[in-house]
Structure formats: structure tokens, C-alpha cells
């Protein structure tokens, strides 16, 4: 199995998720990132990559949608205190 092209598109071979930086390759295969890679070389070092012959989409992304306002509690100043043990003009 080789990482297949969607509209000219080169897509993740472990998650199917479009390579929009330039892709990371290994073994001639496209990943959109390390963490992707990663997970196919440890299945291939331990003779799993069965696992991609499992489905269509196998390493299927289940990353969640952040919310813009996820960090914004960071921007308190009381909370800010608490985090950081060091802070200067630069």
C-alpha cells in the first residue's frame, strides 16, 4: 500500500489526512506528521503493518477541533503569577 493523492494532494498514509506542509516521507510513504510516522514505524519494526490492511482509513485522525478561547485563561494576570517563575521586557 503507497500513500495516495487526493486532487493532486498527497495524503497521510497512516491517517489519511492531506500533507499540507511538505510531507515527511519514510519507506516511500507520505505522512502529514511526525506523530503519524512515528506510529507507522513502530507497527513496521514489530511486523504490524497488517494494521493498514484493516480498513480504508485505519489511522483515521481523532484529533478534536480546538476552541478558540481554550488558552484564554492564560491571559489572567492572577493565573500568570502562579505559571511563570520568570519574566523580563524581551
Same mark, same amino acid.
Given at each position: ?7 493532486? +494532494? $498527497?495524503?497521510?498514509f497512516h491517517c489519511g489526512e492531506p500533507c499540507t506542509t511538505a510531507p ?9 506528521c511526525e506523530g503519524c510516522k512515528m506510529v507507522? +514505524? ?5 511486523? $504490524? ?6 480498513? &480504508?482509513?485505519?489511522?483515521?485522525? +481523532? ?11 492564560? &491571559? &489572567?494576570?492572577?493565573?500568570?503569577? +502562579? ?5 523580563? &521586557?524581551?
Open positions: 500500500m503507497h500513500t495516495a493523492t487526493v486532487h493532486n +494532494q $498527497l495524503v497521510c515527511i516521507t519514510t519507506d516511500e510513504k507520505h505522512f502529514c507507522y +514505524q513502530l507497527l513496521n519494526r514489530n511486523g $504490524l503493518c497488517n494494521y493498514y490492511s484493516l480498513n &480504508d482509513a485505519p489511522g483515521i485522525n +481523532q484529533r478534536i477541533a480546538v476552541r478558540n478561547n481554550k488558552f484564554a485563561f492564560l &491571559d &489572567d494576570a492572577a493565573i500568570n503569577r +502562579q505559571l511563570i517563575s520568570f519574566s523580563d &521586557d524581551t
